[in-house]
């Protein structure tokens, strides 16, 4: 049998496994334009695809004209999709973003557009209060820690249904890598 051209089974796979398996992850706030206040409790949110596997995520802060990273959060669950970054000392400038990531695994999920932190305490500061609070403080440093690391098991709320459908995940996959290698099959015997 001939080898399998596996960049045609990648290309298959990488057309089909969006529709199996609904993989997004995408940071609604802050949006372009938006504001941030030093002195208040600034709020992010998301919104990202069920039964990903992703229950936590580390979130830093960045500028496009400056090296470094502010670490904000580590393993922050990723229900309700909801965060106050309360910021202390952070400097004004209108070139931030947010990184949402396994700073593990090195894997990305979601950049935030580009926003703004203003110069001063600003009361109109968009805060949501049912959801958790993170303090951050001072200027971009590679070597800094997290300023704060959620503990393990507040990622263990899962929705129901998330175990059936990684469960069945594999299952489709593999379903799936056969359906593909049929085509691939029958396409090879047309050659
Ligand atoms: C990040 O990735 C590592 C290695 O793949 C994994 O063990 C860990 O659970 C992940 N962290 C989160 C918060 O999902
Ligand atoms: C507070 O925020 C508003 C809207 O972003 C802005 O117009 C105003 O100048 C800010 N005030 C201070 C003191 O930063």
């Not at 709020?43 to 990273?69: Q, Y």
């Not at 993170?134 to 997290?146: D, L, M, R, W």
């Amino acid at each position: 049998m001939q080898p399998l051209p596996t960049g045609l089974l990648t290309l298959l796979l990488a057309w089909c496994l969006p529709a199996v398996h609904a993989n997004y992850f995408i940071i609604q706030q802050p949006t372009a334009g938006t504001q941030w206040q030093n002195g208040a409790a600034n709020l992010v949110t998301w919104t990202k695809g069920v039964g990903d596997g992703v229950d936590g995520v580390d979130i830093e802060m960045s500028r496009l004209s400056m090296d470094g990273l502010i670490f904000v959060a580590k393993d922050a669950p990723t229900k309700p999709g909801a965060l106050n970054i309360f910021l202390q000392d952070i400097p004004p400038a209108d070139d931030y973003y947010l990184l949402f990531l396994n700073s593990t695994s090195g894997n990305m999920f979601a950049t935030s557009t580009k926003f703004s932190i203003g110069s001063q305490a600003n009361t109109s500061a968009t805060t949501d209060s049912s959801v958790a609070t993170v303090t951050v403080s001072g200027s971009p440093n590679p070597t800094a820690v997290f300023a704060t690391t959620f503990p393990p098991n507040a990622n263990g709320v899962l929705a129901p249904g998330w175990r059936a459908l990684d469960g069945t995940f594999p299952q489709l996959l593999a379903l799936l890598g056969t359906l593909v290698m049929c085509v691939l099959g029958g396409a090879l015997t047309l050659l």
